[in-house]
Nanobody, 122 residues
């Protein structure tokens, strides 16, 4: 089973950008779609989006479309979440995930990272 470790979280002002990284160790990452969930204080965990093992297909939730981009570098075993035009409501812990398919709310998640905090201030 693949193990995931996020980095790149921090504090940014509204309108700014942040890029999260997630290193996958162990297992064959080419078997997995990689993606991101987030959980804001007092709210349920929600899916952000994911990218297929090949990198050719992506899926994003509506709130992420046009602002967030997921890409992956398989030789580096890393997936990225580029977040632009950040809003205060994007404040959350962001979790890297691995699963069998990019539509993870439907097909499930096999592995979770420990999460990285993103705080967007006004």
């Amino acid at each position: 089973q693949v193990r995931l470790m996020e980095s790149g979280g921090g504090q940014v002002q509204a309108g700014g950008s942040l890029r999260l990284s997630c290193l996958a160790s162990g297992g064959d990452i080419l078997k997995y779609a990689l993606g991101w969930y987030r959980q804001a204080p007092g709210r349920e965990r929600e899916f952000v989006g994911a990218i297929s093992w090949s990198g050719y297909s992506t899926y994003y939730e509506d709130f992420a479309k046009g602002r967030f981009t997921i890409d992956r570098d398989n030789p580096k075993r890393t997936v990225y979440l580029q977040m632009n035009s950040l809003k205060t409501e994007d404040t959350a812990v962001y979790y890297c995930v691995a699963g069998p398919n990019i539509v993870m709310p439907t097909t499930g998640v096999d592995s979770w990272g420990q999460g990285t905090q993103v705080t967007v201030s006004s």
